[in-house]
């Protein structure tokens, strides 16, 4: 079985996984509730947390999949990006068990991990593809060809990503932290056509994110408490509206351009409900898989060329993609 590990940003995951892709245990223990009074992760104290969690995270996968630490063969581990000190965590956890048992260790980027979501049992999903991962940090449009190569990327954001907007919106219309899942489910109860928010069109196959939330940062400013509790659902549709139009315009321009006959979509925004509807007959990550997890990590490392003991004693995290 695979070890997977994840701590890059706010959820401290481990997972084991088959060598064929079969989730054997995926536990997740999200810090949402503690970065809520900040309105957004606190890099130093999602860190100390990752700590405090990730040993019983790891007891709590092995537990689940009634597995002991002798039946690992492989050890995967979020290297970057993220937050540095939250992934040093991950890779100090998972260089100690691979050293302890003498395993091999594949350091495994976490955006290639949000796209071997797609490689899991019981449906993976086969290269080539175009692949959309929007995420609170990432917005990008990849031409997947394979699954152990890097992919090329298409677009990507040139400010905000679009899990970002959600939440910098969802913190302006007074929804708290995380702000993707509230925006959603009061959008339900909204007018998508009520505000005019403006969907940027920026050169080439990248997005753009800023323009939208400084509108919606001019709908309410001044705005007396009763106007905002009237307008609340209209607003968030027509925000949530706006948003999913740039995601599913481009991605359906960049399907076009390089001639593309499968879309997937993956990465914390690919949970949303109206972007899931926009795009019928795109290949979907499954929600469980959306947000950050470890069985995708353990996913990435069966394409990963692992690092043999014990040369992986000097491995290092990074916090962005050069």
């Known amino acids: 079985m695979i070890l997977g590990l994840e ?9 084991l996984i088959t060598r064929d892709g079969a989730i054997v245990a995926n536990v997740v223990s999200s810090q949402a ?3 809520a009074r900040y309105g957004g992760v606190v890099p130093e104290v999602a860190a100390r947390r990752h700590l405090e969690l990730v040993t019983p995270v790891i007891r709590e996968a092995l537990g689940e999949a009634k597995a002991e630490l002798g039946d690992v063969e492989l050890v995967g581990v979020t290297t970057g990006p993220g937050l540095i000190g939250a992934l040093l965590v991950g890779v100090a956890a998972a260089k100690a068990i691979a050293w302890a048992r003498r395993l091999p260790l594949a350091a495994v980027d976490h955006l290639h991990g949000h796209v071997a979501s797609l490689y899991l049992e019981p449906d993976p999903l086969e290269p080539p593809f175009l692949c959309l991962l929007a995420s609170g940090g990432h917005t990008m449009l990849l031409d997947v060809q394979d699954r152990g190569s890097k992919p090329h990327v298409l677009g990507t954001t040139i400010d905000d990503a679009a899990g970002e907007a959600f939440d910098k919106g969802a913190r302006l219309l007074g929804l708290g932290y995380p702000g993707g899942a509230r925006i959603d489910r009061l959008a339900r109860d909204g007018d998508p056509g009520a505000f005019d928010f403006p969907v940027a069109r920026v050169p080439g196959l990248d997005f753009s994110f800023s323009g939208v939330k400084t509108a919606l940062l001019y709908a309410v400013r001044d705005k007396s408490d009763a106007w905002l509790e009237a307008a609340h659902a209209d607003l968030a549709a027509s925000y949530q509206r706006a948003i999913v139009r740039a995601l599913v315009e481009r991605t359906q321009q960049a399907a076009e351009q390089i001639g593309a006959s499968r879309v997937a979509v993956v990465g914390g925004v690919a949970a949303n409900s109206e972007l899931r509807a926009s795009l019928p007959d795109a290949a979907l990550a499954p929600l469980a898989l959306c ?8 996913s990435a490392a069966r394409y990963v060329e692992p690092v043999s003991y014990p040369g992986y004693l000097g491995l290092d995290a990074y916090a962005s993609t050069a």
């Open 7 to 15: 701590t890059s940003c706010d959820e401290t995951a481990a997972a």
């Open 33 to 35: 509730d503690l970065h």
């Open 291 to 298: 947000t950050d997890n470890a069985a995708m990590i353990a």
